[in-house]
């Protein structure tokens, strides 16, 4: 028993051992942060663009930090062809002096036991240098919004929002895309302006607070407001966030406002005569055009009381689309067995109530010929 209990102890030190020797084999030879220009490079979704106020001394920074098993560590700018040595290990840094509109795809790596470990998260980050500051390529953001929401180019325009606005964390997105279709279906000759107040940095994300107006052909009064929007460097400048007043989205569903005017009411009805004629203005007083507009005349004539038999006659006519604050016209014709003039007319627009609209209520007219 004492003999297999020495071999016993003897083989528990030998694994001990052994596991002790592959532990420090296994130490982590790796950069465990980097950061370009200041925003943390596991933030770079896309491009990174990096403003000229952003440099130090005009120079770019990259830095970050490693594992005390580092000897060395190394930066590319070109994707891997080419190596420099950045000063420190465990907290290093590498400067240089970018060229305006230079493309780069950054990597680091550290050096253990002379040989080198994988790339930094096994990434290489793009970036490019712009000559402009932060805030002059946040305004050209803004512009771009400007010109794709007047131009009615929803698809473009959404583009502008990064991904990240789109995740479940943000249930405001969905709002956002339905208010911006609304105003690019029921809106016409919009006008946006937006005036930027302040940016500011905080984490790699840029808070830009702006104030802005909208108008477009049906907006009863401009709309105009106070928002916050949060731009993402890594992201080639999107949108991530947007706080504050909505800025996008129409206030309430713009209606036509379908009516009939008596004195543009015209007619023609023969003493005897099998068929008659209405001619109807159709106009629309409201914020968007009225399709499918369905017409009906409904005419009695009243001659000499027991002299003729009454006649009456029915008459709809369907109109394809009545513009926004113009009008249609439209003949309607009515068969009889004969008519006895006068005859008394009633017009109704859209009878049935099929087309929501501001005024209900004069959408009928009534005319003696």
């Not at 800025?247 to 015209?266: Q, S």
């Amino acid at each position: 028993m004492k003999k297999g209990t020495l071999v016993a102890l003897a083989l528990f030190s030998l694994m001990a051992i052994s596991g002790t020797s592959r532990g420090e084999k296994e130490t982590p030879c790796t950069i465990t942060e980097m950061y370009i220009a200041g925003v943390p490079a596991k933030e770079v979704r896309h491009t990174l663009v990096v403003p000229r106020d952003w440099l130090e001394g005009g120079k770019l920074i990259i830095e970050g930090e490693a594992s005390q098993a580092a000897e060395k560590i190394e930066v590319t700018l070109d994707g891997g062809k080419t190596w420099q040595t950045a000063q420190g290990t465990t907290s290093w840094y590498c400067s240089f002096q970018p060229l305006p509109g230079e493309k780069l795809k950054i990597g680091a790596r550290a050096w253990c036991g002379g040989k080198p470990a994988p790339l930094y998260r096994r990434k290489l980050y793009r970036a490019s240098f712009t000559g402009k500051t932060a805030k002059e390529i946040v305004v050209e953001k803004l512009r771009a919004m400007e010109l794709l929401y007047q131009g009615e180019n929803r698809l473009q325009f959404m583009k502008l929002f990064s991904k990240r606005l789109r995740s479940p964390l943000y249930s405001n997105y969905r709002d956002l895309e339905v208010q911006v279709r609304n105003d690019f279906q029921w809106g016409g000759a919009i006008q946006y302006r937006f005036y930027t107040d302040q940016v500011l940095r905080s984490n790699g994300i840029h808070m830009v607070q702006t104030h802005w107006n909208l108008t477009y052909l049906g907006l009863m009064e401009p709309k105009e407001g106070y928002t916050e929007f949060h731009f993402d460097p890594g992201d080639s400048w999107k949108v991530v966030d947007i706080r504050g007043d909505k800025p996008f989205g129409i206030i309430e569903e713009p209606k036509p406002d379908l009516y009939i005017v008596e004195d543009e009411i015209d007619g023609k009805f023969i003493a005897f005569a099998p068929v008659g004629m209405v001619l109807v203005v159709v106009h629309n007083g409201g914020r968007i055009a009225a399709r499918k507009v369905l017409v009906k005349v409904h005419c009695r004539d009243i001659g000499p009381v027991g002299a003729f038999p009454p006649s009456e006659a029915t008459a709809t006519a369907t109109i394809k689309v009545v513009p926004i604050n113009g009008v249609a016209v439209v003949n309607l014709l009515l068969q009889a067995p004969e008519w006895h003039p006068p005859v008394t007319c009633i017009i109704t627009v859209d009878p049935k109530n099929r087309i929501s609209e501001i005024d209900e209520s004069n959408n009928r007219a009534q005319k003696l010929f």
